[in-house]
């Protein structure tokens, strides 16, 4: 129900291991470990209009967004890091179960530690060769690192291999080129599909005496892969969950009240929407209970948006320390790949638009140019977009450049998003309007004040910047290092 489940971009998403692995060293030396991807452009979500403004006008447009990142040389990067914890027989850190797939270690305790980054420098040239046939298996490790005993995690061993037996058709999936791995793999596996070796031999098994007992096994002079040997204390072995799995609301309560007010009060709106389109009232009574088990803030609000009396809580929950970690409001982050919509008119100042357009490109963000129709304008400027086909929602920037009068469309009955010809293009006034609500950085440069006074714009709102074009683009790169000017509309104090 948080912002993280609407995110702006792949681009800015952030990867939470939730699998505790075991690595080992070359003295033997055990150590615990969780993964994490930061991702360098920070993490950053939409908001809930615009995502199912979005899911409704343009699915592909997370797909679309990251190859157009890395066509254009923006290349998406994500830090890899590791939380690292004391390999003991408990498997416990700081009372919080580290095979319990459903709980996190806040980073106020273990700290990340970046030993890595991945970056996406090219498009796959085959999408079915390249995407659809790879074969992801949390089985696929290399010597050093090994797996603990996470049931989820378990699981995953079997059903994963199992998923690309059956999915990719055999078990040489490995050697589809997607799959390969860089270091040499000698199995006894000699039919099926894909199989691309010529075997010679005749005896596919071992022990064997016909082959000189080949295959065999590699040992550890030969850096197989060797399983880590670990001693298990006396203990006894039960079908049953630990009794840490039954702490279901404290990691809960932990992660919103990290939460700062403004993605306390999306999540509470995102209750008060998904339970507001269930009709069985017994059902929203029993969410509205685990609610106020996690915070009385949250039940209540929730409660008030649903029309129904807000529980107290029935269990007993720990509370600790916020983790800001967990927010994602926070700090200021690259403007690289950031989408900036320039809207133009027929009577726009060539040189004006010319001018956003190379302080856009120059910022290292992407210009696109939003006209009454599509090809070049005056002073050759090319329109990316129009009237008809751009909505706010594509952009994370508006900017506007001169004059926005409707174009001869302007009232076209097949275009949802027009409407009564005024002084202004009526969709122009819809994508400030959009923008301005979904908390978005907008800026008119020229004699464009007339075009944000019609879309409602309050020109002195936080977010907004006038002035000339240099001084805007100025304005719009330190509001988008925060994402979105959330202070436009303050939460009330609680």
Not at 326 to 350: E, F, H
Request: charged fraction near 20%.
């Amino acid at each position: 129900m948080s912002d993280r489940g609407i995110p702006r971009s792949f681009r800015t998403m952030e990867g939470f291991g939730i699998h505790t692995f075991r690595l080992e060293n070359a003295a033997g030396e055990t150590t615990l470990v969780k993964l994490h991807w930061k991702p360098k452009q920070g993490i950053h979500s939409l908001v809930w209009e615009e995502a199912q403004i979005i899911g409704g006008m343009d699915p592909d447009f997370h797909r679309r967004d990251l190859a157009d990142a890395i066509e254009a040389g923006a290349y998406p990067q994500w830090d890899l890091g590791i939380q690292t914890f004391p390999d003991t027989p408990e498997e416990m850190f700081e009372g919080i179960d580290l095979l319990d797939p459903t709980k996190i270690v806040p980073e106020e305790l273990a700290p990340v530690q970046i030993i890595g980054t991945m970056t996406l420098n090219a498009n796959p040239t085959n999408f079915f060769a390249e995407t659809e046939q790879v074969a992801f298996h949390p089985g696929h490790l290399v010597p050093g690192i090994d797996v603990t005993n996470d049931p989820l995690l378990q699981g995953r061993l079997f059903s994963y291999l199992d998923t690309q037996i059956t999915r990719l058709g055999g078990p040489n999936f490995a050697q589809i080129p997607i799959n390969r791995p860089h270091a040499p793999v000698n199995d006894m596996l000699r039919d099926g599909m894909h199989q691309t070796a010529v075997h010679g031999g005749v005896a596919p098994y071992r022990p064997n005496s016909l082959d000189g007992g080949c295959p065999f096994l590699a040992g550890e002079d030969m850096s197989a892969y060797i399983e880590v040997p670990q001693q298990l204390p006396a203990s006894t072995k039960m079908r049953e969950n630990p009794a840490t799995f039954e702490d279901h609301f404290s990691q809960v309560r932990l992660f919103f009240r990290s939460l700062t007010p403004v993605e306390q009060d999306h999540v509470i709106s995102a209750y008060t929407f998904e339970l507001g389109k269930c009709y069985e009232e017994n059902i929203r009574l029993r969410q509205l209970q685990n609610l106020a088990n996690i915070d009385d803030r949250l039940c209540s609000e929730v409660a008030k948006g649903l029309g129904l009396q807000a529980p107290d809580a029935n269990e007993a929950v720990e509370d600790s320390d916020p983790s800001p970690a967990l927010s994602q409001v926070r700090g200021t982050w690259p403007v690289a790949g950031r989408m900036v919509g320039i809207i133009t008119g027929p009577d726009a100042d060539p040189a004006s638009v010319l001018a956003l357009r190379t302080a856009i490109d120059d910022a290292g963000m992407v210009p696109l140019v939003i006209a009454p129709t599509g090809g070049k304008l005056d002073g050759g400027v090319e329109a990316q977009r129009t009237y008809l086909t751009a909505r706010s929602t594509e952009f994370d920037a508006l900017i506007v450049a001169g004059p926005a009068e409707p174009a001869d469309d302007a009232a076209n009955s097949r275009d949802a998003k027009a409407g009564f010809p005024g002084g202004v293009d009526p969709r122009v006034q819809l994508m400030l309007a959009e923008a301005f609500r979904h908390s978005k950085a907008i800026g008119a440069v020229g004699n464009s004040s007339a075009v944000l006074d019609a879309a409602g714009v309050e020109r002195s709102a936080a977010g907004v910047v006038e002035g000339e074009s240099d001084a805007v683009v100025t304005g719009i790169v330190e509001l988008l290092a925060k994402h979105r000017v959330w202070d436009r509309f303050p939460i009330p104090p609680q």
